[in-house]
T-cell receptor, first 116, second 114 residues
Framework: AQKVTQAQTEISVVEKEDVTLDCVYETRDTTYYLFWYKQPPSGELVFLIRRNSFDEQNEISGRYSWNFQKSTSSFNFTITASQVVDSAVYFC?????????????FGSGTKLNVKP | ETGVTQTPRHLVMGMTNKKSLKCEQH?????MYWYKQSAKKPLELMFV???????ENNSVPSRFSPECPNSSHLFLHLHTLQPEDSALYLC?????????????FGPGTRLTVL
């Protein structure tokens, strides 16, 4: 069965600190996709990144970086030099092979509070 | 307008009311979704439509009735709801219903059932 676990319910940091949000997933599929979304207070989920199971390269986009490790079934997200605008709830999600309909399995989310 | 829009943004209704939530996507996508987001719970997938056909109904009570008249519009008709149905209802779309596509979300409708 597919499952995504985000063990950190809420994290508080001071601006300019680095912070890592953890995501652990379970799946029996050999082909799968992992996603991160940001949900600011306005409510809309904003897509951040998609990673397929065959690509274990880490990715960096500005202050954001992602560490995908199949050996530990983890897809962690790091924000470097956090800013107040990073305050939001962050969701990790898992979906199955292309031939399955696009059912996302979301984690319960991590609320990040960045204080000035 | 661009992206995924939802109306209304906020809705308060009594248990005997009938109301509808509307979602519209301007992205040319073929798949649309309804999710329910309750406090302290993961997002729950409710319905999936691909090319206007329902492909998933995730054991949702019949008091929620979806409608997809075309690939750009999705409705959620509500009747005789319960207070526990109060939640944020999110609409999303994706290019196809295949597992690789990211979903694009609307801002949600905050529903309160009295």
């Amino acid at each position: 069965a597919q499952k995504v676990t985000q063990a950190q319910t809420e994290i508080s940091v001071v601006e300019k600190e680095d912070v890592t949000l953890d995501c652990v997933y379970e799946t029996r599929d050999t082909t799968y996709y992992l996603f991160w979304y940001k949900q600011p207070p306005s409510g809309e989920l904003v897509f951040l990144i998609r990673r397929n199971s065959f690509d274990e390269q880490n990715e960096i986009s500005g202050r954001y970086s992602w560490n995908f490790q199949k050996s530990t079934s983890s897809f962690n997200f790091t924000i470097t030099a956090s800013q107040v605008v990073d305050s939001a709830v962050y969701f990790c999600a898992l979906s199955g092979p292309v031939y399955n309909f696009n059912k996302f399995y979301f984690g319960s989310g991590t609320k990040l509070n960045v204080k000035p | 307008e661009t992206g995924v829009t939802q109306t209304p943004r906020h809705l308060v209704m009594g248990m005997t009311n009938k109301k509808s939530l509307k979602c519209e996507q301007h992205l040319g996508h073929n798949a649309m979704y309804w999710y329910k987001q309750s406090a302290k719970k993961p997002l729950e997938l409710m319905f999936v439509y691909s090319l206007e056909e329902r492909v998933e109904n995730n054991s949702v009570p019949s008091r929620f009735s979806p409608e997809c008249p075309n690939s750009s519009h999705l409705f959620l008709h509500l009747h005789t709801l319960q207070p526990e149905d109060s939640a944020l209802y999110l609409c999303a779309s994706s290019p196809t219903s295949g597992g690789a596509d990211e979903q694009f979300f609307g801002p949600g409708t905050r529903l309160t059932v009295l």
